[in-house]
């Protein structure tokens, strides 16, 4: 059932944005049926492409990384999503009375409008499957720019708001996006320098 939205992501967003705000899903229930499925996308492309189609730097050598350490920067990967997804949302709850958001009993609304929201980023990890940078770099700004389109149009139904408040609702969302994506990121640095950074094989 959630899983349905995805595809209404995209073709009639308004429409499927009313229906989300009408369901009231627990925080919960949209992890396990819509974010923990999704998410999953990038992180498995990401490991088969890496592991084993790997990609050309220089004179057309071919590099990879060793299966143990795709293995291990995808699970990153894949719990920095699940965590940044939930910041997010956390953070469209916490400053939804500033923007004059009617305010809920159960913490949903946030959670689902950020879910939702990431949707074209969780369907462009399908595009790791072609490890190429400047193409993923492409299809993930294409991407993180719609997504952003969902966000700011879904906030006036889903978080119940007038639509001018939306663009300063938006904009704050948008600099707590860009410091849980500096944070994910400085994160796996830490985490890399740990021990369980990237293991380079030439193919």
């Known amino acids: 059932m959630l899983l349905s939205h995805a595809f209404g992501m995209f073709t009639h967003p308004d429409e499927e944005w009313v229906s989300i705000r009408k369901e009231h899903e627990t925080p919960r229930r949209v992890y396990v049926a819509y974010v923990a499925i999704l998410a999953l996308i990038g992180p498995v492309c990401a490991y088969i492409s890496t592991a084993h189609f790997g990609w050309t730097v220089g004179n057309e050598r071919l590099i990879k990384l060793t299966e143990i350490s795709a293995m291990q920067l995808s699970v990153l990967t894949y719990i920095s999503m699940l965590i940044g997804v939930f910041a997010l949302g956390y953070a469209i709850n916490w400053m939804a009375r500033t923007y004059g958001a009617k305010e809920e009993h159960v913490p949903s609304n946030g959670i689902a409008l950020a879910a939702y929201s990431c949707t074209p980023l969780f369907l462009a990890g399908f595009a790791l499957l072609y490890p190429v940078p400047w193409f993923n770099a492409i299809v993930f700004l294409v991407a993180a720019c719609y997504g952003a389109w969902l966000m700011y149009d879904g906030l006036p139904i889903v978080m119940g708001i007038e639509k001018e408040q939306a663009v300063m609702y938006g904009g704050a969302l948008l600099t707590v996006a860009l410091v849980i994506l ?19 094989v030439s193919g």
């Open 182 to 200: 500096v944070s994910t990121r400085a994160g796996s640095a830490i985490i890399w320098n740990m021990g369980i950074g990237p293991v380079f």
